[in-house]
């Protein structure tokens, strides 16, 4: 299994277009920090004007925490789109190129070759978060500093002590790779049935896309179902930043995005092993 996830490493890597998504994640944190260097006490200011009346904030409130909370926010609602990128080309990607019948040859069960992709689907996911780490939180806090966190939500905010910041960014970091994991489950499966990669990756970004847009639109219908839907708790990485933190709620959606990866792991597994590569 080493050896095969090895293997699909080196051929993940050695397409350029796998780069695309580094270069993405460092562009768009880059642009957020050098309009923070650049105005970011107007836009404090602005965010601040209804609780400033109220409240007196003193210290380093431009810090880098801060700026790295408003990556993540930017950033991690788009990173499932650009894993797509590499999930979703998995298996459809030898089949375009012909390669899939090779690979069946070698005597290698359906259901390895299937994990092999996954878990190096995974690890290039997990380097992918690494590298918004390095780019939004280490640099945002060399340019800025630390300090306090002040948590802008829409009807409140959270002030988070200096002390009390890094863990929580851990623990965010950790919850988004979980949720990344459900998305690429979701592309593998969506590969399983094509036989090229244009289909799994659009496909895995409408589902994705379809999916938030009906949870967002407040009808009482999509209310209703919309617990069930597995993007609604990707975002469960935002608890960590409320005070107190809802355990509950991010156990819960920890346990749905792990049924859900499971599930369509399977699923891709179950139908490749029925696949007909010979037509």
Excluded at 178 to 201: E, K, Q, W, Y
Aim: charged share 15%; with cysteine.
């Amino acid at each position: 299994m080493i050896q095969l996830i090895r293997a699909e490493l080196f051929k993940i890597f050695r397409r350029p277009r796998t780069y695309i998504s580094f270069a993405f994640i460092a562009a768009i944190a880059f642009i957020i920090q050098m309009a923070m260097v650049a105005d970011g006490k107007s836009f404090i200011d602005f965010a601040l004007q209804g609780v400033s009346d109220q409240f007196t904030l003193q210290g380093n409130i431009l810090n880098g925490y801060l700026i790295t909370l408003i990556i993540l926010q930017s950033l991690l609602i788009h990173v499932p789109l650009v894993v797509s990128l590499v999930a979703g080309d998995a298996l459809a990607g030898e089949a375009s190129i012909g390669t899939l019948r090779l690979l069946l040859t070698k005597p290698v069960s359906r259901a390895k070759l299937v994990l092999s992709k996954f878990f190096a689907s995974l690890i290039y996911t997990f380097l992918l978060l690494i590298w918004l780490a390095i780019v939004g939180l280490l640099l945002s806090v060399l340019l800025f500093g630390t300090g306090d966190l002040l948590h802008l939500k829409s009807d409140a905010f959270v002030m988070m002590l200096k002390d009390d910041v890094l863990w929580r960014y851990g623990a965010a970091f950790a919850f988004a790779a979980l949720a990344m994991t459900s998305v690429c489950a979701l592309g593998l499966l969506l590969s399983v049935f094509a036989d090229n990669s244009i289909g799994p990756v659009i496909g895995t970004m409408l589902v994705i896309i379809v999916l938030t847009v009906i949870a967002n639109m407040g009808i009482p219908l999509f209310d209703a179902v919309k617990p069930y839907f597995f993007t609604t708790h990707m975002i469960g990485w935002k608890g960590f930043f409320d005070d107190p933190v809802p355990y509950a709620a991010i156990t819960k959606s920890a346990i749905v995005l792990m049924a859900y990866t499971v599930g369509m792991v399977g699923a891709a597994i179950y139908f490749f092993s029925k696949k007909d590569i010979k037509s």
